[in-house]
């Protein structure tokens, strides 16, 4: 099988937002999420993302508890680690503390500022509506950071500005190696359609490797297309929370499970770990 046949996927195992009030299934604890991880991986994962969280399931930054998820997930299975950056009201410089001290292989960088809700077409109202800061002068000190200490930047895109984003940072030479992700679905940016994906996907540089993320049941519709112009995909409890309307997920590997058997569907092999170094040129 052509390596252009291959599809690497990545699951998005807890986030930071998502509770056990939606989802009794979320992981919180370094055990439970490096649990998860090796669901994932089993069911054709290559990719896990993930972001920290306490014990007791709220946000997390420390240095600790991203050291204690690493060393639990490297215990269980040979899965590509790839630690967030992303969020609100917190500095650059502890968002970027365990990107130093632990160096994983892979970290997500958000691409710009932006209106970031959720719309409740029931309540006729925002669930929740934040701004999200990202502006240039942090996203050139995370790239700094990550090419000191030899971690791949994933590029997080919400809309085609932040894609086209990209252009000026590789002409400064502050972006050579990297991935793109192409997230659809967050009210503020790109609606979770087909026609949208499509489109924005002819931006991303040629030979750079990108996959799309998906948010709430849409995301199957967007692995489809993804799948078919061949990109990469990422599913997990993060973003989506169901198999099918009404059908809730038992945790990451049921969602890789699926992603999995569509990728066979149209003829494209989940990539092995050593198929996605190679893919995403990882050292």
Request: aromatic share 8%; charged share 20%.
């Amino acid at each position: 099988m052509a390596s252009s046949d291959k599809v690497v996927i990545t699951a998005a195992l807890t986030g930071v937002a998502a509770n056990r009030d939606q989802c009794k299934y979320i992981p919180y604890t370094p055990q439970e999420i490096a649990d998860e991880a090796l669901r994932a991986y089993n069911a054709g994962a290559a990719i896990v993302h993930i972001h920290g969280r306490e014990y007791d399931g709220t946000p997390s930054w420390r240095v600790e508890i991203f050291r204690e998820i690493m060393q639990e997930v490297r215990k269980r299975c040979p899965v590509i680690i790839n630690f967030s950056t992303g969020a609100v009201g917190v500095d650059r410089d502890t968002r970027m503390g365990h990107i130093r001290e632990l160096r994983p292989e892979i970290a997500a960088l958000n691409m710009g500022t932006m209106n970031y809700a959720k719309y409740s077409q029931r309540r006729k109202s925002f669930v929740f509506s934040v701004v999200f800061q990202n502006p240039f002068d942090d996203i050139m000190f995370f790239l700094d950071t990550m090419k000191q200490n030899g971690v791949k930047p994933e590029c997080e895109c919400f809309d085609l500005g932040q894609a086209e984003s990209i252009v000026p940072l590789m002409d400064m030479g502050l972006l050579e190696s990297f991935q793109m992700s192409l997230i659809m679905g967050v009210v503020g940016g790109m609606r979770a359609t087909a026609r949208n994906l499509a489109h924005v996907s002819t931006v991303v540089p040629s030979g750079i490797a990108w996959q799309v993320i998906g948010l709430s049941q849409e995301q199957w519709l967007l692995i489809a297309t993804a799948l078919a112009l061949g990109g990469n995909i990422r599913v997990g409890l993060e973003d989506n929370f169901y198999l099918s309307p009404g059908e809730m997920a038992e945790g990451n590997g049921p969602l890789v499970e699926k992603a999995a058997r569509m990728a066979r569907d149209v003829g494209r092999e989940p990539a092995t770990v050593e198929e996605a170094r190679a893919i995403l040129k990882l050292g």
